[in-house]
């Protein structure tokens, strides 16, 4: 059994005086969403100064484009995500240790014997699914604990050289795993920031940019620990064919057609305007 779900949030800073911090009213997400995703991460910034009470929070609800770090220990590539960051460290999911080194007996926040061992495995299955599903980029997975099961992420980034073409693909795929008898129950909340660029001299400079986000539950047979490596990474499969297929006619045909839209009408403005008139009292009407 599963379940799918769409959603969509928003951010507004209220109108402030020189002496009251701004009141965040929503979720951060949708200040940033009207916002060029290439541009995400200096925005993000940007936003971080103006609001620096709010860093925190944006920082961890923020989807933006993954970095890349070389692990200096095993001179592999990984990707970094505020679920591998502990202050201004990373943890590389190869040596499971932190750069820079954290100073506390512990050395920063890991994941339990059991749980790093699953990390493992599900780091390497998600190699093999890079190399036949991207052939070449980056994928990294970090895995943590929970009261009753774990949770985790899954990142995968390809991008093309930098050039008069260019573009990236970051996929974000957080999970949780709750154990119940010989079930478990999956939440699984994908997110896919794509990046499009050229630049010629017939066209100029165009960016085509967008992200979607995805929502699916199911609960699925568990025998042994091996089940959830295969059960989230069939999951994960799934989700991002999905979201492949419906990211050109949804985020880029789909916005075209709103565009046009608001340009030019298809039906007369009158009978469009009588129609958002009414929509709008039966919302009033329900709200009373």
Not at 237 to 250: A, I, S, T
Not at 274 to 281: G, R
Request: with cysteine; glycine share 6%.
């Amino acid at each position: 059994m599963s379940t799918e779900t769409q959603f969509d949030s928003a951010l507004y800073l209220n109108p402030i005086s020189h002496d009251t911090p701004p009141k965040l009213t929503r979720p951060p997400s949708d200040l940033l969403r009207r916002l060029p995703p290439s541009s995400t991460s200096a925005n993000l910034t940007r936003l971080c100064t103006l609001a620096p009470h709010l860093t925190e929070d944006l920082l961890s609800s923020v989807d933006q484009p993954l970095e890349v770090r070389r692990c200096k220990k095993t001179g592999r590539d990984y990707l970094l995500c505020d679920y591998n960051r502990d202050g201004d460290s990373w943890r590389s999911p190869w040596s499971n240790e932190f750069e820079p080194p954290i100073d506390d007996e512990e050395g920063g926040v890991k994941p339990s014997e059991r749980v790093r061992g699953l990390e493992i495995r599900m780091g390497e299955g998600v190699d093999v699914y890079r190399e036949l599903y991207y052939e070449g980029g980056v994928s990294s997975v970090y895995f943590w604990d929970l009261d009753d099961g774990f949770a985790g992420v899954i990142l995968l980034k390809k991008a093309t050289p930098n050039g008069k073409s260019e573009g990236g693909w970051d996929s974000i795929h957080v999970f949780e795993a709750i154990d119940r008898a010989r079930t478990a129950h999956y939440k699984l909340t994908s997110t896919v920031i794509l990046h499009l660029g050229t630049s010629n001299e017939s066209l100029g400079e165009m960016d085509l940019s967008g992200n979607m986000t995805r929502q699916v539950e199911s609960d699925m047979a568990v025998e042994a620990d091996n089940s959830h490596i295969i059960n989230i990474g069939r999951l994960v499969e799934d989700m991002e064919l999905k979201m492949r297929n419906l990211l050109p006619e949804e985020v880029y045909f789909g916005k075209a057609k709103d565009v046009v839209g608001d340009l030019r009408s298809i039906a007369r403005l009158t009978e469009a305007n009588k129609e958002k008139a009414t929509h709008q009292e039966m919302i009033n009407s329900m709200k009373r």
